[in-house]
């Protein structure tokens, strides 16, 4: 999402345990899914269920689309511009089976029940809302312009206000653009994808402590995670990341890290087949015995429909 931002002069999850199986994962489903045949949708992130409902949003106009992993169609669940929800990023899902969407250019979080009537909907005044990460009392959000974390406290199944967590100030270095988070260690660590300011070596992977509120870098070894989208299950930390192509373009993959048991240090030890710049994927989320993911076309210079979900080539 970063580079479509920088070039318009715009600036533009999950469980905190392994995500078990669902039923459905033997049974036959597509390798490709599509989200709208509409034109300039651009959809950004996704979430899937354990029944296999697979939601994804719309950075372009807000809308959330809604479908199930066996079926090759989604269909329009949440109308753009209703709410106020103008653009979509981040989408998760609680025990409750509630839906929180990242509002990206309004500050907003909404919460949708599950036939999806709003529930309730938090600001957080000036932000840049991105991705978010649940646990069991608190939802956090990235903020990417901003450049920290923002917090709503969970009780008894209402949703706090939007406060400020960590500051930008936290942080050693100045974030670049966070993105992409997940929250480990029983809620008490995230780890937040810094894509950085375009310069070489930028790009970053924070170890954000959420109880003394301060952040370190991750000491990454054998490739980057200054992803988009991300996605941990156990030990192992999934990224979207963009790199190089050699070509003079750019390709994106699914790098796949090993994490020591205090989230200070990730190796990566595979890597997914690649995407091109138009496909520009962004976000993540695992189905089962595969992965899947968003091509945004973010990045392309035309977007052309039909915009697809796709599953992730060479990883399980």
């Known amino acids: 999402m970063k580079n479509l931002l920088a070039a318009t002069a715009a600036g533009l999850a999950v469980l905190t345990t392994a995500v078990p199986a669902p039923a459905h994962a033997a049974e036959p489903r597509p390798d490709t899914y599509v989200v709208s045949r509409d034109p300039g949708v651009r959809p950004e992130g996704i979430a899937v ?17 809604r479908g199930n992993v066996r079926d090759p169609e989604l269909r329009p669940f949440l109308p753009a511009g209703a709410d106020g929800r103008t653009r979509a990023a981040g989408v998760h899902l609680d025990r409750r089976g509630r839906i929180f969407v990242a509002g990206w250019d309004t500050g907003a979080l909404f919460v949708h029940a599950a036939d999806g009537r709003l529930v309730t909907r938090r600001v957080a005044a000036g932000a840049v809302l991105n991705d978010l990460a649940l646990t069991d009392d608190a939802v956090y959000v990235t903020d990417s312009t901003g450049g920290g974390l923002w917090r709503a406290e969970l009780t008894d199944g209402r949703v706090g206000e939007l406060v400020p967590w960590v500051p930008a100030s936290a942080f050693p270095a100045a974030p ?34 959420l109880v003394g509120r301060t952040a370190t870098v991750v000491e990454v070894a054998g490739g980057q995670l200054g992803a988009d989208g991300l996605l941990l299950d156990g030990d192992r930390l999934y990224g979207v990341v963009n790199f190089p192509d050699g070509a003079g373009g750019w390709s994106f993959a699914v790098n796949v890290a090993l994490l020591d ?32 993911w968003v091509n945004s076309q973010l990045n392309a210079a035309a977007p052309t429909p039909p915009f697809t979900v796709t599953r992730v080539p060479g990883l399980c």
Do not use: C, H, K
């Not at 995407?275 to 520009?280: C, D, I, M, T, V």
């Open 176 to 209: 670049g653009f966070l993105n992409g988070i997940v929250v480990t260690d029983g809620g008490r660590v995230a780890l937040v994808a810094d894509q950085g300011t375009g310069e070489p070596g930028s790009e970053r992977l924070w170890r954000v402590d």
């Open 261 to 292: 048991t205090d989230r200070r240090t990730a190796r990566v030890v595979r890597q997914s087949g690649t995407a091109g710049l138009a496909q520009s994927p962004t976000t993540i989320a695992r189905d089962g015995d595969r992965l899947l």
């Open 49 to 65: 269920a354990g029944d296999g409902t697979m939601y994804v949003t719309s950075v372009t106009d807000g809308a959330v689309y």
